[in-house]
């Protein structure tokens, strides 16, 4: 069943403008929730709100938003207001700028869509597409919508196709200063070691059907065991892996290789077999 839109709006450059569509590309509806119940009989909560200075159960038409500009010291705004002070949701994606989309740190990376042409902008849209594709830039842009300013990052994915990826801003991202990150020499043998490690567990694509959410399946079995009536015991836990404390003996263990004998000792098998009966 071809994908809903949940959103239309225009990409913007130079005096190019293009209409696009906007899909969501991930499915959250998949993650596994809880609801609160009452113990006594199974029925759901409701959620309330309580005064936290008289105690007084407060009801939503009771309520008005306000913000702490101090402690414990608020300055209220009407829903008027706040209409007011929002970002006006044009649906406008204007491009600022094209730059090489690996000098783009993931870090930044938030919630991707898809993008599609809408009527009318399908030749433009394929030729953002391919340019951009061709060149090996994104394009980072500004969009307006649902009251807030994004910034955003148009990218070349597949065929003739575009994702838009929302960005963090640069201060909604903790520094990796605050970060401890204590010295440690690392020896050329141990890199070497590890980096057969890499290669022998390497892949060239990346394969994401490979992968699964094996908490969330086990959960919907045990769910479902639950439903049918069956009951549910802890499964046991399972053994952890003997800890190896020496850097190379782990890394020549994954490895598959025999373990290096430490100085000062002799391996078994290298040792002199000597005769029955002969003197020490």
């Known amino acids: 069943m071809p994908a809903r839109a949940i959103a239309s709006g225009t990409i913007s450059f130079g005096l190019v403008s293009i209409p696009v569509k906007l899909f969501s590309a991930s499915q959250p509806q998949s993650a596994i929730s809880f609801n609160l119940l009452h113990k006594k009989c199974g029925s759901r909560l409701k959620q309330q709100y309580i005064c936290s200075s008289d105690g007084e159960k407060v009801e939503r038409e009771d309520m008005i938003k306000g913000f702490e500009f101090s402690k414990d010291k608020y300055v209220q705004f009407t829903a008027e207001e706040l209409k007011a002070i929002e970002e006006k949701s044009t649906q406008s994606i204007e491009i600022s700028e094209f730059i090489p989309i690996e000098k783009i740190d993931p870090i930044y990376y938030d919630k991707p869509y898809y993008l599609g042409p809408d009527k009318g902008g399908d030749k433009a849209y394929r030729l953002l597409a391919e340019v951009m594709n061709r060149t090996g830039r994104a394009a980072l842009a500004k969009y307006a919508a649902r009251g807030k300013q994004y910034l955003v990052l148009l990218r070349p994915v597949g065929e003739g196709r575009i994702v838009m990826q929302q960005l963090l ?18 020896k050329e043998a141990e890199v ?10 390497s892949n060239d694509h990346f394969q994401p059907e490979k992968y699964e959410d094996e908490v969330r399946k086990r959960l919907h079995e045990l769910i479902n065991k639950k439903v049918e009536g069956q009951d549910i015991t802890e499964a046991p836990a399972e053994t952890g892996k003997a800890q190896i404390i020496d850097l190379m003996e782990a890394l020549k263990q994954s490895l598959g290789k025999k373990p290096a004998v430490r100085a000062g000792t002799e391996d078994e098998e290298s040792k002199p077999k000597r005769a029955k009966g002969s003197k020490k």
């Open 192 to 201: 070497k070691l590890a980096t057969q490690l890499v290669d022998q567990i």
């Open 169 to 186: 801003y640069n201060d909604e991202i903790k520094p990796y200063s605050e970060v401890p990150i204590p010295a440690a020499e690392v």
